[in-house]
T-cell receptor
Framework: GEQVEQRPPHLSVREGDSAIIICTYT??????FSWYKQEAGAGLQLLMS?????DRKEEQGLTVLLNKKDKRLSLNLTAAHPGDSAVYFC?????????????FGAGTQLIVIP | DPKIIQKPKYLVAVTGSEKILICEQY?????MYWYRQSAKKPLEFMFS???????DNQTASSRFQPQSSKKNHLDLQITALKPDDSATYFC??????????????FGEGTRLSVL
């Protein structure tokens, strides 16, 4: 089955710096890629999603890069601010019998220091 | 206003008892899901429903039974509760299982503690 590895588990950056989180996956049928943010005690907030035919997507200070050859997905928060402090999860989904099933990474605890 | 409502937010149960976790979505979505988040494991997919029909079940134990009385409802009944069931249970929904329009959106979760 699909295996999703996410790194780093913990990340501290200073306000204004960029933060990069990387996920790798194993299933070649993986077709849908998402990033979620979870603040303390809250649910998961969808940040951005890309389909497998997209290599790069930028929205509101976030950049998602997809390298299908290496089965690697990354999230880059440019100019991080304290409000970005949270746990970030990548989530991937394949087609076929696994349609609709998200596989999550273990999460990255991001702390943005003012 | 939250569009995916989960009740209760916190739940304490004794071992061996039964509880029902409630989920309603007001997004007009056709697919609904349950996920579990515990201290020991990453977020785990449990079930998916589409048009009130079970489409995918990745939960080994029959103690977990989803129930869909209406298109926008997907409750989760858990019987014979064990301490290992302690986790936060998230309900999610999407327009369809193919995520054509958007990835699933999640509720705030129900935090279950089994003593």
């Amino acid at each position: 089955g699909e295996q999703v590895e996410q790194r780093p588990p913990h990340l501290s950056v200073r306000e204004g710096d960029s933060a990069i989180i990387i996920c790798t996956y194993t299933d070649s049928a993986t077709a849908y890629f998402s990033w979620y943010k979870q603040e303390a005690g809250a649910g998961l907030q969808l940040l951005m999603s890309v389909l497998s035919n997209v290599d790069r997507k930028e929205e509101q200070g976030l950049t998602v890069l997809l390298n299908k050859k290496d089965k690697r997905l990354s999230l880059n928060l440019t100019a991080a601010h304290p409000g970005d402090s949270a746990v970030y999860f990548c989530a991937v989904s394949a087609v076929g019998s696994a349609l609709g099933r998200l596989h999550f990474g273990a999460g990255t605890q991001l702390i943005v220091i003012p | 206003d939250p569009k995916i409502i989960q009740k209760p937010k916190y739940l304490v149960a004794v071992t061996g008892s039964e509880k029902i976790l409630i989920c309603e979505q007001y997004l007009g979505h056709n697919a609904m899901y349950w996920y579990r988040q515990s201290a020991k494991k990453p977020l785990e997919f449990m079930f998916s429903y589409s048009y009130q029909k079970l489409m995918d079940n990745q939960t080994a134990s029959s103690r977990f039974q989803p129930q869909s009385s209406k298109k926008n409802h997907l409750d989760l009944q858990i019987t014979a509760l064990k301490p290992d069931d302690s986790a936060t249970y998230f309900c999610a929904s999407s327009q369809d299982r193919g995520f054509n329009n958007q990835a699933p959106l999640f509720g705030e979760g129900t935090r279950l503690s089994v003593l």
